[in-house]
């Protein structure tokens, strides 16, 4: 069973909707059949977030880094992820690993190195297909949370 985040009265507008999502990320793990490994790892991290009982921005932080530990054991160890995970990771790496090589041979190509910038739309489209497609593949296998982070 995971652990039951503490309630916190008297937190910030901005901080109680950190909370919030988290609390609701929270719940939609609980409705996933996790093993018994990662409700530890995940249980160690709530417990640690309810041990912190430092001021707005300090608890706004420490949410922010459990919520992003707990995302990622979800995602490497099991495959699940919340909605759009792999869109917005893959809207970067499209950027880096196709968009760059794409416009510098285009610039080297075309002998003007200003149309280096001209791979980056492509890297970006290429990423966020690629995002997306694996997106809609999690979601038909059920290793989709329904919430978006």
Same mark, same amino acid.
């Given at each position: 069973?995971?652990? $039951?985040?503490?309630?916190?009265?008297?937190?910030? #507008?901005?901080?109680?909707?950190?909370?919030?999502?988290?609390?609701? %990320?929270?719940?939609?793990?609980?409705?996933?059949?996790?093993? $018994?490994?990662?409700?530890?790892?995940?249980?160690?991290?709530?417990?640690?977030? +309810?041990?912190?009982?430092?001021?707005?921005?300090?608890?706004?932080?420490?949410?922010?880094?459990?919520?992003?530990?707990?995302?990622?054991? %979800?995602?490497?160890? %099991?495959?699940?992820?919340?909605?759009?995970?792999?869109?917005?990771?893959?809207?970067?790496? !499209?950027?880096?690993?196709? !968009?760059?090589?794409? @416009?510098?041979?285009?610039?080297?190509?075309?002998?003007? /190195?200003?149309?280096?910038?001209?791979?980056?739309?492509?890297?970006?489209?290429? @990423?966020?297909? /690629?995002?997306?497609? /694996?997106? +809609?593949?999690? #979601?038909? *296998?059920?290793?989709?949370?329904?919430? *978006?982070?």
């Amino acid at each position: 069973m995971i652990v $039951e985040p503490v309630q916190r009265p008297n937190l910030s #507008k901005k901080t109680e909707a950190y909370y919030g999502q988290f609390e609701r %990320l929270i719940v939609q793990i609980r409705k996933k059949k996790l093993p $018994e490994e990662i409700m530890l790892v995940i249980n160690k991290q709530i417990t640690a977030l +309810n041990a912190v009982t430092d001021s707005d921005k300090i608890l706004r932080n420490e949410i922010r880094k459990v919520q992003s530990k707990i995302i990622g054991t %979800l995602a490497q160890k %099991l495959k699940i992820v919340p909605i759009n995970y792999y869109r917005k990771t893959w809207f970067v790496l !499209g950027m880096t690993v196709f !968009g760059l090589p794409i @416009g510098a041979a285009l610039g080297l190509s075309l002998g003007n /190195m200003a149309f280096l910038g001209i791979g980056l739309p492509v890297g970006m489209s290429i @990423g966020l297909a /690629m995002g997306s497609r /694996m997106d +809609n593949k999690a #979601k038909e *296998e059920g290793r989709q949370l329904d919430i *978006e982070l």
